[in-house]
């Protein structure tokens, strides 16, 4: 009874631990959605220098694509 126990305990701790370090994303996929943020982020910042320098017309509308 003792050693069902403490193997219960065991088999418990273990798929408590696992669910923590596996990773969501591969480092290829993380890398792909950070490059994506940062293509994202610039275009934006292109738009923001073009309205700022009264080059593009005043629009609450994006013409980027947004996912």
Known sequence: ???????????????????CET???????????IS????YDLRQTTDDWNRLWLQDHPSRNTT????
Do not use: C, D, F
């Not at 009874?1 to 696992?18: H, R, Y």
């Not at 990773?23 to 959605?33: D, I, L, Q, S, V």
């Open 36 to 39: 994506r943020n940062w293509s």
């Open 64 to 67: 980027w694509s947004v996912q």
């Open 1 to 19: 009874m003792k050693s069902l126990a403490i193997i219960a305990l065991l088999a418990a701790a273990l798929l408590a631990v696992t669910g």
């Open 23 to 33: 990773p969501a994303y591969t480092a290829t996929e993380n890398a792909r959605h």
